[in-house]
C-alpha cells in the first residue's frame, strides 16, 4: 500500500466534522482505495453511505480505477523459454542447440557458462509465469468479490421500489449466497498467491527477471506488494459483516411480507 494511500486512509478514520466524510472517502478512493468495504469500516459508516458519498462527489464506485498492479497474461517467449512446466527440458536442449550452432568455435568454458546462464533464464522464466498466473487469478476472484458485494447492496436497494417485490427479493437472497461464494473463492486464491512468493538468488536470475521485463512483461513486485497478508482475516470479517446486515435484512423483509399478506 502506498503512503499516499495509508495517509488517505488514516484520515479517513479520524473524520469527524460534518461535510468531511465524502470529502475524505473520495481522496482514499482516489489515493487507490477502492475496496467498498475497507472504507466502510475506515469511515465507520455502512457500504450503502461509502456507494452515496462517492456518488454525491460524481465518483461511480461500479467503474473502478485499474493501477499499474493488474497483471496480464500475455504469452512468454523469453529466447524460446514459454514458461511451461512440460516444455522446459525441450526448450532448454533447442536453446542450447540453437547457441551451440551459432557460437561452433565455442570452447567448453563458454559452452558451460552459457549452459548456465540458459538454465537460470529457463528457471526465472518458469517460477515468473507460475507466480504471474497465481497473482492474474487473485486479481480476478478479487474483483468478482467486491463486484458481487455490491450486487448484494443494489438488489437490496432495488427492493424499495419493485413492483414483483418477491422476486426482487429472491433475487437479492441469491446475490448474498454467490457473495458467499466468491468470498470463499477470493481467500483460496489469494491464500495460494502468498503461498508462491517470487525472488532472485542469483546474478543470472536478475538478468533473466531483466529480460523478462525488457520482453514487455510487468515486474510483479506492485502485485505482490497488494496481496492481503491475511486473506483468511478478511474473509471471515466480510462473511461476518455480509451475514450480520443479511440477517437483520431478513428480519426487515420479514415484517413487509407480513403485511403484504392478506388478513385471515
Known amino acids: 500500500m502506498s503512503t499516499t494511500r495509508d495517509e488517505a486512509m488514516a ?17 482514499a478512493w482516489q489515493a487507490g482505495e477502492t475496496n467498498v468495504s475497507a472504507l466502510a469500516e475506515a469511515a465507520r ?4 453511505t ?8 460524481a465518483i461511480d464506485p461500479d467503474h473502478r480505477p485499474k493501477g499499474n498492479n493488474v497483471i496480464t ?9 514459454t514458461g ?11 536453446a542450447l542447440r ?3 550452432a551459432e557460437h561452433p568455435t565455442a570452447t567448453h568454458e563458454e559452452g558451460k557458462a552459457e549452459g548456465m546462464r540458459l538454465a537460470a533464464l529457463m528457471d526465472t522464466t518458469y517460477r515468473y509465469a507460475d507466480v504471474r498466473d497465481l497473482l492474474a487469478h487473485e486479481q480476478v476472484a478479487r474483483a468478482e468479490r467486491d463486484r458481487l458485494l455490491h450486487q448484494v447492496e443494489r438488489r437490496w436497494e ?3 421500489t419493485a413492483a414483483a417485490w418477491l422476486a426482487a427479493h429472491h433475487a437479492y437472497v441469491l446475490a448474498v449466497d454467490e457473495a458467499r461464494i466468491a468470498i470463499d473463492m477470493w481467500r483460496e486464491r489469494a491464500e495460494a498467491a502468498l503461498k508462491r512468493p517470487f525472488f532472485c538468488d542469483s546474478p543470472r536470475s536478475e538478468a533473466a527477471y531483466r529480460q523478462i521485463q525488457e520482453a514487455g512483461h510487468p515486474a510483479l513486485e506492485p502485485a505482490l506488494a497488494d496481496l492481503d497478508q491475511t486473506p483468511a482475516r478478511t474473509a471471515e470479517q466480510l462473511r461476518a459483516n455480509l451475514d450480520q446486515a443479511h440477517e437483520r435484512r431478513m428480519e426487515l423483509a ?11
Request: proline share 6%; charged share 30%.
Open 254 to 264: 420479514s415484517q413487509t411480507l407480513r403485511l403484504a399478506q392478506p388478513a385471515q
Open 158 to 160: 432495488a427492493l424499495s
Open 50 to 57: 461509502v456507494y452515496a458519498d462517492l456518488r454525491s462527489r
Open 98 to 100: 540453437r547457441w551451440a
Open 73 to 81: 497474461l500475455s504469452p512468454l517467449d523469453i529466447e524460446g523459454f
Open 84 to 94: 511451461v512446466g512440460e516444455r522446459l527440458d525441450a526448450e532448454f536442449d533447442a
Open 45 to 48: 459508516v455502512s457500504r450503502p
Open 11 to 27: 484520515a479517513l478514520r479520524e473524520w469527524s466534522r460534518p461535510g468531511r466524510r465524502a470529502d475524505l472517502l473520495v481522496a
